[in-house]
């Protein structure tokens, strides 16, 4: 299809409006297969014909491409910007195509900016509008796939899989349809449900030779394969399939697929580098040279990056502001992982307590069985300090008076950063102190925390 573009482009090289339609269909094409330089150079010469020729539909369509193309690359800010510029062209001209592509991605743009609660709100919206427009069919159920991967990320796992249910009942295109299966993949991933990843990478064919044309998909498929093999009880399989993906730039290279592929290989490293130390030191160091050339354009990016430079409390800290339950206790794990390695038992402890509750209320049965064979080895009861904060009514507080110092700034709504301002220690000491207080009172969020303190008349 390339080559059929780039014949039909010097084919016509006077610039009028023949050649404009012609670029933005290359432009757009260059711009999902990540050739994000030459895609948006046709992309904007392509806009600056539409402008001259007033062609105001065009000119919202090649605003969007060229959106997509800072989404891409993580300027997201700036992704926002152009999209709702390009909406408020398409509602003057009555575009119903450009006004919901302009929703989709900005739903997208929301979600890999940490705002996901926003995007499931612009979502809805947006498929009331498709509706209206009479595209729901194409465009609307696009939206809904983009909300289903907005609770995904909230670890709203039920809601997810029953949107996907209901959406694939809409008959959506083929590439729609396949969206959709791959969010369904991902919360296979979580929940340990092997059959149903391996339904979902059996109809888009990941198991096949060819591979995908293009970016998201790439990523998405190398993230479910790597999730399979880790489910099969084949952690080297999955090694092997990591260390192929850190070679291929076009993914760890472009910020809005790359942070949550590098962040799962730095995952990978985590789980396997007993089994593999020399191969997961390799694939570190070329994970953390790929993060290093990235931007850090969003909360999100940031998790991600402090997940990668090992500073795990910083990252479960960063994942719980976010509202991202899985990540959260992902990071809680591999900081346990990491206490219980420098001897540190008590840490361990504190760590794989608070990221239980968390693992069993999003039905996580992998992320829970990898804490309790952790808590095993290291000899820790997951349980015991439940059984603590049930014998306060004697008087005797399961916190230590520097945690319930916390707690009481915490139960008053401040940050980790303010509490450390107030209490005169780092932030990241901070963020310790609420892992072992979520730990020690068996909950797994800060408002939790607060509300089993007043219960058990730990604060005033």
Same mark, same amino acid.
């Given at each position: 299809?390339?080559?059929?573009?780039?014949?039909?482009?010097?084919?016509?090289? =006077?610039?009028?409006?023949?050649?404009? =339609?012609?670029?933005?269909?290359?432009?757009?094409?260059?711009?999902?297969?990540?050739?994000?330089?030459?895609?948006?150079?046709?992309?904007?010469?392509?806009?600056?014909?539409?402008?001259?020729?007033? =062609?105001?539909?065009?000119?919202?369509?090649?605003?969007?491409?060229?959106?997509?193309?800072?989404?891409?690359?993580?300027?997201?800010?700036?992704?926002?910007?152009?999209?709702? !510029?390009? +909406?408020?062209?398409?509602?003057?001209?009555?575009?119903?195509?450009?006004?919901?592509?302009?929703?989709?991605?900005?739903?997208?743009?929301?979600?890999?900016?940490?705002?996901?609660?926003?995007?499931? =709100?612009?979502?809805?919206?947006?498929? /009331?509008?498709?509706?209206?427009?009479?595209?729901?069919?194409?465009?609307?159920?696009?939206?809904?796939?983009?909300?289903?991967?907005?609770?995904?990320?909230?670890?709203?796992?039920?809601?997810?899989?029953?949107?996907?249910?209901?959406?694939?009942?809409?008959?959506? !295109?083929?590439?729609?349809?396949?969206?959709?299966?791959?969010?369904?993949?991902?919360?296979?991933?979580?929940?340990?449900?092997?059959?149903?990843?391996?339904?979902?990478?059996?109809?888009?064919?990941?198991?096949?030779?060819?591979?995908?044309?293009?970016?998201?998909?790439?990523?998405?498929?190398?993230?479910?394969?790597?999730?399979?093999?880790?489910?099969?009880?084949?952690?080297?399989?999955?090694?092997?399939?990591?260390?192929?993906?850190?070679?291929?730039? +076009?993914?760890?290279?472009?910020?809005?697929?790359?942070?949550?592929?590098?962040?799962?290989?730095?995952?990978?490293?985590?789980?396997?580098?007993?089994?593999?130390?020399?191969?997961?030191?390799?694939? /570190?160091?070329?994970?953390?040279?790929?993060?290093?050339?990235?931007?850090?354009?969003?909360?999100?990016?940031?998790?991600?990056?402090?997940?990668?430079?090992?500073?795990?409390?910083?990252?479960?800290?960063?994942?719980?502001?976010?509202?991202?339950?899985?990540? +959260?206790?992902?990071?809680?794990?591999?900081?346990?992982?990491?206490?219980?390695?420098?001897?540190?038992?008590?840490?361990?402890?504190? /760590?794989?307590?608070?990221?239980?509750?968390?693992?069993?209320?999003?039905?996580?049965?992998?992320?829970? !069985?990898?804490?309790?064979?952790?808590?095993?080895?290291?000899?820790?009861?997951?349980?015991?300090?439940?059984?603590?904060?049930?014998?306060?009514?004697?008087?005797?507080?399961?916190?230590?008076?520097?945690?319930?110092?916390?707690?009481?700034?915490?139960?008053?709504?401040?940050?980790?950063?303010?509490?450390?301002?107030?209490?005169?220690?780092?932030?990241?000491?901070?963020?310790?102190?609420?892992?072992?207080?979520?730990?020690?009172?068996?909950?797994? !969020?800060?408002?939790?925390?607060?509300?089993?303190?007043?219960?058990?008349?730990?604060?005033?």
């Amino acid at each position: 299809m390339l080559d059929d573009l780039r014949y039909a482009e010097r084919l016509v090289p =006077e610039p009028g409006l023949e050649r404009a =339609e012609v670029l933005s269909k290359l432009g757009s094409y260059l711009i999902f297969s990540g050739e994000l330089a030459e895609g948006t150079t046709h992309t904007e010469e392509a806009l600056r014909i539409a402008r001259e020729h007033g =062609e105001e539909t065009l000119e919202a369509e090649l605003l969007l491409n060229l959106a997509l193309g800072h989404s891409i690359a993580g300027r997201i800010e700036t992704t926002i910007e152009l999209n709702e !510029t390009a +909406q408020a062209i398409g509602e003057r001209v009555e575009s119903g195509r450009s006004v919901l592509r302009a929703i989709a991605n900005n739903v997208d743009a929301l979600n890999n900016m940490g705002r996901s609660v926003e995007a499931i =709100e612009l979502a809805l919206e947006g498929e /009331r509008l498709s509706r209206k427009y009479g595209r729901y069919r194409n465009q609307g159920t696009f939206i809904a796939n983009n909300r289903a991967e907005a609770l995904e990320a909230l670890g709203r796992f039920d809601e997810a899989a029953e949107l996907v249910e209901r959406i694939l009942g809409n008959d959506p !295109t083929l590439r729609t349809r396949h969206h959709l299966r791959r969010v369904r993949g991902d919360v296979a991933v979580a929940r340990g449900e092997t059959d149903v990843l391996k339904s979902v990478l059996d109809e888009v064919s990941a198991f096949g030779t060819v591979p995908e044309e293009f970016m998201q998909e790439l990523t998405t498929d190398a993230r479910l394969m790597i999730g399979l093999r880790m489910l099969s009880g084949e952690p080297l399989a999955a090694l092997e399939i990591a260390e192929r993906v850190a070679l291929e730039a +076009q993914i760890t290279s472009k910020p809005m697929l790359g942070w949550r592929m590098l962040g799962l290989l730095g995952g990978i490293c985590e789980t396997v580098e007993e089994l593999a130390p020399e191969r997961v030191a390799a694939l /570190r160091a070329h994970v953390e040279k790929a993060a290093a050339a990235m931007t850090v354009d969003s909360p999100v990016a940031e998790a991600y990056r402090l997940g990668l430079t090992r500073d795990h409390d910083a990252a479960a800290a960063a994942w719980e502001r976010l509202a991202r339950p899985f990540p +959260q206790a992902k990071s809680l794990l591999y900081g346990g992982r990491m206490a219980a390695g420098a001897g540190d038992r008590d840490g361990a402890a504190s /760590r794989l307590r608070a990221a239980h509750p968390i693992a069993g209320a999003l039905s996580a049965r992998p992320l829970a !069985t990898e804490i309790e064979a952790l808590a095993r080895r290291v000899g820790i009861s997951l349980t015991e300090q439940a059984g603590v904060v049930g014998q306060t009514g004697g008087g005797e507080s399961p916190l230590t008076p520097r945690e319930l110092e916390v707690l009481r700034l915490v139960a008053l709504g401040r940050s980790n950063r303010e509490v450390a301002a107030e209490l005169f220690i780092s932030a990241k000491t901070v963020s310790v102190h609420v892992s072992n207080i979520l730990g020690k009172l068996g909950v797994s !969020t800060r408002g939790e925390a607060v509300a089993t303190a007043h219960r058990l008349a730990l604060i005033g």
